[in-house]
């Protein structure tokens, strides 16, 4: 199983061409028409667990008054599609539906947790994915407080550590086969590395998503495979679209790009009232590409505000 998170990690500006080079991430789904489409859609109710998964091989930075461990402990929140009534309420720790359904690795933004995104994993769950959401240890929500750049090559490994992690212990559940990597800001920064990054590149990553997009990881390209990719930036963030659509512009196709008319940075992708649009759009996207469902497309090409190159 590959695994590669090694390597140095820089903070720097926009290197767009980190996006760049080859067409082998459309080429995963070359010939993937209808016939061989996922058809895991659902919908199912939705089950959630916590998995607490240690590593041995990674330590715990110190910060404030959280010392320095020897380990790396992620309790990952899971929502996934469950047995019984989809229309029921989400149940702890229900039955699992016929599996397994494709896995969605979604990263919190600083000081954030997995629960905030809860409608758009419930959403997401329904629709035949799971979601595996670490609480990244430094910068989680009631954590000791650190910001990314405390913990940037910690958080970075996390994705890699729990892909890992649920093919070992999960594998009736998840298919790691079929993986994408998202996160929201900060977030967004661990699945950009994850994805396109020759530091923290992991090849069993078919698709990502980056929202709220702050200025992201920059490091020398490798000469890396394209990954299909989502952007979702509201034109109400501190961060404005023209950045992050720079690093669309340089990206391979296929390729989405959504803009969020009056859309701020968390609320849009949380509790706020765009949010189950943006949730949808989402959906639409992991089903053409995660899936390889192409009348997926349709949904995405209605969808106000949007940007795509095939």
Not at 6 to 32: C, E, M, P, S
Not at 126 to 145: D, E, F, I, K
Not at 189 to 206: E, G, K, M, N, Y
Request: proline letters at 9%; a negative charge; one cysteine or more.
């Amino acid at each position: 199983m590959l695994r590669r998170t090694t390597g140095r990690v820089v903070l720097v500006a926009i290197v767009v061409a980190a996006l760049a080079g080859g067409a082998a991430g459309a080429a995963r789904l070359a010939g993937w028409g209808s016939d061989h489409a996922i058809e895991t859609t659902g919908p199912y109710r939705v089950g959630t667990r916590t998995d607490t998964f240690v590593d041995g091989t990674r330590p715990t930075p110190a910060f404030g008054g959280s010392p320095a461990a020897p380990i790396r402990t992620v309790v990952t929140d899971i929502w996934y599609p469950a047995a019984g009534n989809p229309d029921a309420a989400p149940v702890a720790n229900g039955p699992a539906a016929d599996g397994p359904f494709p896995l969605i690795v979604y990263n919190h933004g600083q000081q954030g947790e997995p629960q905030q995104y809860a409608p758009s994993f419930e959403e997401w769950a329904q629709a035949g994915y799971v979601v595996a959401a670490p609480r990244h240890p430094l910068t989680v929500r009631g954590g000791p407080g650190a910001v990314f750049a405390n913990d940037a090559q910690g958080e970075i490994g996390d994705v890699a550590f729990v892909i890992d992690s649920i093919d070992e212990k999960l594998s009736d559940l998840a298919d790691v086969d079929h993986v994408a990597v998202a996160g929201h800001s900060s977030g967004a920064l661990v699945a950009f590395a994850t994805a396109f990054q020759d530091c923290c590149h992991d090849s069993r990553i078919d698709a990502a998503l980056l929202e709220g997009t702050p200025i992201p990881l920059g490091q020398e390209s490798g000469g890396l495979p394209g990954t299909p990719v989502m952007f979702v930036q509201g034109d109400a963030d501190s961060t404005p679209p023209a950045v992050p659509h720079a690093a669309y512009d340089a990206a391979d196709p296929p390729k989405v790009f959504l803009t969020v008319a009056g859309g701020d940075h968390s609320r849009m992708y949380r509790d706020g009232p765009a949010a189950p649009d943006v949730a949808r759009a989402v959906l639409a996207f992991l089903d053409w590409q995660v899936k390889g469902r192409a009348g997926a497309l349709n949904t995405l090409e209605d969808t106000p505000g949007v940007d795509i190159a095939r």
